[in-house]
């Protein structure tokens, strides 16, 4: 992940041109809620509809809907709670390939 300021961002990197195979995706955030148990939500997700990309964007996180074999997945507001790990999934494929980004604040807690 890549910050900048109290921003940050990161990339998908995808096998395929989304773009072209009309593949849905999801980017899941793997974390540790506050009785240290693994919690995985989906924070960007993506369907085609025709030729036109719908995605829902949960509260927090950025997306412009340019798409290609990759995605660039904005955090405008970094702060400990994206904290942990994340994953880009294309639907319907085995993702034994996916690969997982981490993120680990570093700023001052308020």
């Known amino acids: 992940m890549k910050t900048v300021g109290r921003s940050g961002i990161f990339i998908c990197n995808f096998s395929e041109d989304i773009s072209i195979s009309k593949s849905g995706f999801i980017v899941v955030h793997s974390f540790l809620s506050p009785q240290n148990k693994v919690q995985e ?3 960007v997700e993506c369907s085609w509809f025709g030729p036109v990309i719908q995605c829902i ?3 927090g996180y950025t997306f412009d809907k340019d ?4 995605a660039f997945i904005g955090i405008p507001a970094l702060s400990k709670r994206f904290e942990g790990k994340y994953q ?6 085995d993702d034994s390939d996916d690969q997982w980004c981490n993120y680990e604040y570093q700023g001052k807690l308020s």
Do not use: L
């Open 88 to 93: 880009c999934q294309v639907v319907g494929n």
């Open 41 to 43: 939500k989906n924070v």
């Open 67 to 70: 798409v290609s074999d990759q």
């Open 57 to 59: 964007e949960y509260p």
